[in-house]
């Protein structure tokens, strides 16, 4: 009975592995595909079933004629996101750090409701806000412009580096907080000194988190640019037409998913090799 | 140099962390404050600290008004019951940042912080992390970082409370010898251990939900308790009551058991009395019979807790024994060192006082 | 007091920032939901509620609000039970939990559009791998993307593969936090592995897949990307989710006050719904 059970678990997550590694795979082996490869069905295993090419993957980095640019637009996303991801992180850590340790009064609002506020903002549909940030921008002359893009972007990642340094602030003991003002630090000083450099898993993950929603975004950076300024899904996007090969919206589309994968890797060895080891027995 | 606390309040939701309490800690004096958990004793520190702002009251050191000065410029130095250091600097480091943070020079922040862990006995751990030390020995870099500010208030909330037996044993001497050598400063130690109390400090504080409720000499508060609150406080295990009387030439306890009057009580009205007697001040072989509720035994002794018409009762026997529960054993007590308390619980009269 | 400056500076830049960004907007999508503005009339007027009450006789939206409840709760309920499953699987398993933890993860970080843009092709009727797989497994091929309940069954396919990894690690992490003394209880009853599921592990883990669910619905509110890049709605308004709906009114039909008022609806019934849900599994746990 035990070993059928065994049997069934190992087939359970092989089933599931091959479905989770399935569009990377036909990804992958149809970047390397030119027009035969395709039109005749579905084929998998190169050499045997077709010839494989790197055209896909040269037409990316060609400008002009039958080249997708693929490089400004990573460029552009790579610039925002950072930007945002940033600047939301600076906020957003500053202000967690205020809600974990201070108590805030204003009126009735006291800050469980702050700390709501700042995350419910996640529940706000992003088209409740594309139609007024559109007219913003177009007021500021910031539409389909790179800072105009970070400043809503801002506006996205502020709200979850905000959840998550708080989460993380309060579960960081106050005493040490303490110990750094009897040491003769004032609050900011005790924040610097003391407390950021003891946070920096909850940093990177709040920082992971920014980059991550931020490098994949597509609603607001299609609804905000045009022709000026395109960032890297959007581009993507538009080659999902019946004009464009299989194989370099292929090839495009692992481009832009590797950066992220790739960084998450590098986390997750972080995160779990074991750092931050308790101030407090 | 004096740190006056006067009718200092710090209440929330209506329960009193401090209650109107009114103190005076003077330059050079080690103060301990003795109560049980949630007595107030933290609180107090935090306050002299900073970390906790009380509703009512003032707070001056020389005469200035030390209540509005932030946390950071009070010149206070602490030591929590939890070992709390910086994880991510190295011992030496952690030693030395009070001083860089006062703008001492990095190079005789560094020496001054060596000869610091030196004198708490760490002195080749300055690269380690406190994360890869014991207990006792991250308590010590607590101290050490304490000390080397040479703040002018230096408060240490049960220090060695985490610690094993031994550990605190042995620290606790440790301290005596460091605080002798503190004559600029103000030590204030906070303990529930009464026999902690009584050694370490020179005046010796009570304070029980919330007030000071006796304060004086260690000694002189151990003989003669205020209350019986106070008279619990200082023993452990808490002094015995007995309720009763005087009456007719004689103390009357519960259950017809009647005592010679001692001499210490001789000039006493008629009247009811509650009696006070420690632990050890009771004994086998008597002629008070006494059930056997509940028999623990620790060290060398056997602890006895025992009921009896007069009351219940705890009793130390020298020696490990059994005693089978429900049994009856002999009980005599000592009424040359019976405690005189009136029913309200105020000391009348305390008996004379011997060498230990 | 002194104290007050220092929290000020900590809390003050973040809420003044998120507060412009977002309720000013808020704000204006009010006022622009009284306007008329369109391609023909750019710019605010006063339109009275007649913008409201063609919402409330707009069927489309109300039927883009039914399939948004449908393919919303049926994936996240898939991406539960299945991230649910895996969890159980992996659980006690030290050296799987490592691997997979890393594989699992890869989905969630990647840019869903783009992935959708990959399935569209996995997903071909004729030149894909879906259909070419269940061809040769002998069944007749599915028409994903042609039809409309197959549409919203790949839509939610779609969902379902991107997004069970965040319940998976969510509920590893509930299950890795869980007091060991129940199951050396449950042990010493005598308990299979069934009856300890069901009377340990599932209400022990109660609150955690209330959260779970609870933050995967209101991601899976905003359906939109994976409709735009599969079926644009499609076929006809088969898989036309609220936003995907409001974005054509508003952003390709350009009428902007109809569109402002109808987001609000959503934005309103939204909170509402999450709210009642919320309100109900957390009063299921406090029954329990």
Redesign the interface.
């Known amino acids: 009975m035990k070993s059928l059970y065994l049997v069934l678990?190992y087939l359970?997550?092989l089933l599931?592995?091959s479905?989770?590694a399935?569009?990377?795979l036909?990804?992958l082996t149809?970047s390397f595909k030119t027009s035969n490869g395709?039109?005749g069905?579905?084929t998998?295993i190169p050499w045997l079933q077709y010839e494989p090419s790197l055209e896909g993957w040269k037409v990316l980095v060609r400008t002009g004629g039958q080249g997708i640019n693929i490089v400004a637009p990573f460029i552009s996303s790579a610039i925002v996101t950072l930007s945002a991801s940033l600047i939301s992180m600076v906020?957003?850590t500053?202000?967690a750090?205020?809600?974990s340790?201070?108590s805030?009064r204003l009126g009735f609002v006291k800050n469980s409701d702050?700390t709501f506020?700042?995350i419910a903002?996640?529940?706000?549909?992003?088209?409740?806000?594309?139609?007024?940030?559109?007219?913003?921008l177009q007021f500021l002359g910031l539409l389909d412009t790179i800072p105009g893009l970070i400043?809503?972007y801002?506006?996205l990642l502020?709200?979850i580096a905000?959840w998550v340094m708080v989460d993380f602030f309060n579960n960081v003991?106050p005493?040490?907080d303490?110990?750094?003002?009897?040491?003769?630090?004032?609050?900011?000083?005790a924040?610097v000194r003391?407390i950021l450099?003891?946070s920096l898993p909850g940093i990177m993950v709040g920082g992971l988190f920014c980059v991550?929603f931020g490098?994949?975004d597509?609603?607001f950076a299609f609804?905000l640019t045009f022709t000026k300024t395109q960032l890297?899904?959007v581009a993507?996007?538009a080659?999902?037409s019946s004009v464009t090969p299989?194989w370099s919206?292929?090839a495009s589309?692992l481009v832009?998913?590797a950066p992220?994968?790739i960084?998450?890797?590098v986390v997750?060895r972080f995160l779990?090799s074991g750092n931050?080891?308790?101030?407090?027995? | 140099m004096a740190l006056i606390l006067e009718h200092i309040d710090i209440r929330v939701d209506d329960i009193a962390f401090l209650d109107d309490v009114s103190l005076t800690f003077k330059r050079g004096g080690l103060y301990t404050v003795l109560g049980r958990t949630l007595a107030g004793k933290t609180t107090l520190l935090r306050a002299i600290a900073g970390l906790q702002q009380p509703q009512k009251g003032t707070l001056t050191l020389n005469g200035k008004d030390y209540l509005h000065l932030p946390v950071w410029k009070r010149r206070v130095a602490m030591v929590y019951q939890q070992f709390i250091n910086y994880p991510h600097l190295t011992v030496l480091a952690n030693v030395a940042f009070p001083l860089r943070r006062a703008g001492v020079p990095a190079e005789e922040a560094k020496r001054r912080a060596m000869e610091v862990l030196d004198m708490v006995g760490l002195a080749d751990f300055e690269t380690r992390r406190p994360s890869a030390l014991s207990g006792g020995q991250q308590q010590r870099v607590a101290l050490a970082r304490a000390l080397v500010k040479r703040a002018e208030i230096l408060l240490l909330d049960e220090p060695l409370v985490n610690l094993d037996y031994k550990l605190r044993e042995q620290l606790r001497e440790e301290f005596q010898n460091i605080f002798e050598g503190q004559d600029d400063a103000i030590v204030v130690y906070t303990t529930t251990e009464p026999a902690e109390a009584i050694q370490l400090g020179h005046e010796l504080i009570i304070m029980d939900k919330g007030a000071v409720i006796q304060k004086g000499k260690p000694l002189a508060v151990f003989n003669a308790p205020a209350t019986i609150r106070c008279a619990k406080i200082i023993n452990d295990p808490p002094i015995n009551i007995f309720d009763g009387a005087i009456e007719n030439g004689a103390i009357q306890l519960q259950g017809s058991v009647l005592l010679p009057i001692p001499p210490h009580l001789a000039h006493l009205p008629q009247g009811t009395y509650c009696f006070g007697l420690r632990t050890s001040d009771l004994s086998l072989g008597g002629v008070i019979g006494s059930k056997v509720e509940l028999s623990e035994i620790s060290g060398s002794q056997t602890i006895l807790h025992l009921s009896a018409d007069i009351g219940a009762f705890i009793l130390f026997e020298d020696g490990v024994s059994q005693h089978a529960i429900g049994s009856t054993v002999q009980v005599n007590l000592d009424s040359d060192r019976i405690y005189a308390f009136s029913p309200r619980g105020d000391l009348i009269a305390a008996p004379a006082i011997t060498e230990n | 007091m002194l104290k007050l400056k220092y929290k000020q500076f900590f809390l003050l830049p973040g809420l003044i920032v998120l507060v412009a960004i977002i309720i000013f907007p808020l704000l204006f999508t009010i006022r622009v939901s009284f306007s008329s503005w369109d391609v023909v009339k750019p710019g605010l007027d006063w339109f009275g509620g007649k913008n409201w009450g063609r919402l409330f006789e707009d069927m489309r939206f109300w039927e883009s609000l039914a399939r948004l409840s449908l393919m919303a709760t049926g994936s996240v309920f898939i991406q539960y039970l299945v991230g649910f499953g895996l969890a159980l699987l992996v659980w006690r398993n030290i050296i799987l939990k490592r691997f997979i933890r890393v594989l699992f993860l890869v989905p969630m970080m990647t840019t869903p559009v783009i992935m959708s843009v990959i399935w569209r092709t996995i997903l071909h009727e004729s030149l894909g791998p879906a259909n070419d797989i269940i061809r040769i497994l002998g069944f007749e091929p599915l028409s994903w993307l042609s039809t409309g309940p197959m549409a919203m069954v790949s839509v939610i396919l779609v969902e379902v593969w991107q997004w069970t990894p965040f319940m998976f690690l969510l509920l590893l992490a509930g299950l890795m936090s869980l007091p060991n003394e129940p199951y050396m209880a449950a042990a010493i009853d005598g308990a299979g592995p069934f009856r300890t599921f069901f009377s340990v592990t599932f209400p022990l883990m109660a609150p955690i897949s209330i959260g779970a669910i609870l933050i995967r619905l209101i991601e899976a509110s905003k359906l939109m990307e994976t409709v735009y890049v599969l079926t644009s709605g499609g076929p006809g308004t088969a898989t036309e989710t609220s936003s995907y709906y409001i974005y054509i009114r508003g952003l390709r039909d350009y009428q902007i006050g109809y569109a402002a008022s109808l987001s609000l609806a959503y934005l309103v019934i939204m909170i509402i719904s999450l709210t009642i849900i919320a309100k109900i599994l957390t009063r299921k746990i406090a029954q329990d």
């Open positions: 678990k359970a997550i599931w592995s479905f989770v399935l569009p990377f036909w990804a149809t395709v039109t069905g579905a998998y906020l957003g500053l202000a750090y205020g809600l340790r201070f805030y702050i506020f700042f903002q996640r529940i706000m549909p992003p088209i409740v806000l594309a139609i007024p940030f559109f007219l913003m400043l809503v801002v506006a502020l709200p905000t003991p005493q040490i303490e110990m750094a003002l009897i040491d003769g630090c004032n609050p900011i000083g924040f003391v450099p003891n991550m490098w994949n597509f609603f609804t890297l899904p993507v996007v080659l999902n299989w919206l292929s589309a832009s998913v992220l994968v960084i998450a890797f997750e779990s931050m080891a308790g101030a407090i027995r």
